[in-house]
């Protein structure tokens, strides 16, 4: 292989595989090197050189220059161990080549095509390298099929063997931001400036904004006419809807901006905590929350602080719980409980982190009292978390949260000798009969046209007498048991067994009588 032959190659791979010259010309060293070496023994010193200008080849042994026959005869063995290692010296170079070239683009926004879809994750086309769209990076209720364009923002780059593995992200906060920077000339100009993005990917966004042009309207230009400019923005991002939040510097003004539409009424900085006390009023409360929290999580994410938002109500009921609960901690005195509490210290856990320098500046108390006071919060810390822990347990074990029924809800057994009623403290005992007839039918008050039609009945279905007290109370009671028994008759039952049972009944009360 002459000079020029050998340049040819290189500046072909050059120009494919996009890989420095350089490269490409140490690759082939390597690979006549590694064919001399099969040549001659492995004690032996081999250098091989090609002149970068004419492309000829130059081979050392022991010091010694070979002739161009010498390097001609290496063999078909050699020159197939010289090919190998030269593809894979082509294939590593052209690996670190686009692994560079991506490292350079991460967390810039690429278009693909989708080349196929394995079990959710999606395998786009890039180009030169195909790239991964894992379906932990998809925003929810996507769907993709081969052939659709897809427009993400590189998450990661990765070599793996011979290949770089490229992964891509339309969940991250960054694709937001470059499609600002895209749709929205005065972003990509860096007249306005995206200060911060709060993102759940698929529901909900916002993006804090500011202008170095104080004649420019930050908000208004990154909405554009009518919602123009974001509503592309929405679109690639499948409707999720996007809050443009003025940013300020103070968080006494960034808060109340990133909490929209909600009023705020106070904002109280808790810096010792790093988290915000914000104050509403009752009908400002849920909107402010949001739908299950997202407005003030997200806003917490924006402004980088915890965000608490209350009504004026409920912080006065927690200042008094408060101290109610640190007057228990030792060597803890009045002032210094006040003092915490105005600062956010509302919990236990908010008492265990402090730290003791700041504690012991604020309390002017010995260092052994701090240490004392920071030790008994962490161990109620910790028993208050372990309490909880034991009853959200108890709660997965009954999820339902169910109590045993009051004695008055218990249904009666279905054992009828077991059913029989105790009556009242104050009211006279009933007998059997008439007790069954209560369990059918409530007694109810009667009119004397119905004594009169119970008396003309007596005969049927009573055949001894009672004491008058006593008959009073039968003929109320038996009045309730008849119509059951005609409904007996109704089924197709005999009177004359209804009649039997009844006298056996109303004939219990004479043996007791004489007890009475």
């Known amino acids: 292989m002459n000079g020029n032959e050998i340049k040819r ?104 095509a989708v080349v196929r879809v394995d079990r959710g994750t999606v395998i786009v086309n890039l180009g030169k390298v195909e790239a991964i769209l894992p379906r932990s990076e998809q925003i929810n209720k996507e769907s993709y099929r081969v052939g659709d364009r897809v427009r993400a923002v590189v998450l990661d780059v990765k070599k793996s063997g011979s290949r770089v593995r490229v992964i891509l992200s339309r969940k991250h906060a960054d694709f937001v931001r470059r499609l600002f920077e895209v749709e929205i000339p005065e972003v990509h100009d860096r007249v306005i400036e995206t200060r911060s993005i709060a993102r759940e990917a698929g529901h909900r966004s916002k993006v804090a904004v500011s202008s170095y042009d104080t004649s420019i309207d930050c908000v208004g230009a990154c909405v554009g006419v009518r919602g123009a400019r974001i509503r592309s923005i929405v679109e690639e991002l499948n409707g999720e809807r996007i809050d443009i939040v003025r940013w300020n510097d103070s968080l006494q003004v960034l808060v109340p901006n990133a909490l929209q539409p909600a009023e705020v009424e106070d904002v109280i900085l808790c810096p010792m905590l790093g988290k915000v006390l914000v104050l509403v009023r009752d009908d400002q409360l849920s909107l402010a929350i949001g739908r299950r929290g997202q407005n003030v999580r997200l806003a917490s994410k924006l402004v980088g602080w915890d965000i608490n938002v209350m009504t004026q109500e409920s912080l006065d009921m927690q200042l008094d719980t408060s101290i109610e609960a640190f007057s228990v901690v030792p060597k803890m005195p009045p002032e210094l409980i006040e003092n915490l509490v105005s600062q956010g210290f509302f919990t236990f856990d908010d008492l265990s982190v402090i730290e003791p320098d700041d504690l012991l500046e604020m309390s002017g108390l010995s260092q052994e009292d701090v240490d004392e006071i920071i030790e008994f919060a962490d161990a109620e810390a910790l028993r208050i978390e372990q309490e909880e822990i034991a009853e ?101 039952e005999a009177p004359g067994e209804v009649e039997e049972s009844e006298s056996e009944e109303t004939a219990e009360p004479d043996e007791e009588e004489p007890s009475e």
């Open 392 to 492: 959200a347990e108890a709660r997965k074990l009954n999820p339902e949260g169910a109590i045993p029924p009051p004695a008055s809800d218990i249904p009666p057994p279905s054992d009828p000798e077991s059913a029989a009623e105790i009556p009242p403290p104050g009211e006279p005992p009933v007998d059997e009969g008439a007790a069954d007839g209560d369990a059918e039918a409530a007694p109810v008050e009667e009119s004397p046209a119905a004594e009169e039609s119970e008396e003309a009945e007596a005969p049927v279905t009573q055949e001894t007498e009672v004491p008058t007290e006593e008959a009073a109370e039968e003929s109320a009671e038996e009045s309730a048991v008849e119509p059951a028994a005609e409904e007996v008759d109704e089924a197709g």
């Open 9 to 112: 190659i290189v500046d072909a791979i050059h120009r494919d595989k996009m890989i420095d010259k350089e490269i490409v010309f140490e690759g082939i060293e390597l690979a006549i090197l590694s064919a001399a070496r099969k040549r001659f023994e492995e004690d032996d010193e081999i250098e091989v050189r090609i002149d970068r200008a004419t492309g000829e080849v130059e081979i050392t042994w022991n010091g010694v220059m070979l002739e161009r026959d010498h390097i001609d005869d290496l063999g078909r063995i050699s020159a197939q161990t010289a090919k190998q290692v030269m593809i894979q010296r082509i294939r590593e170079a052209e690996r670190d080549s686009h692994f560079d070239e991506f490292l350079d683009l991460k967390s810039q926004v690429v278009t693909g």
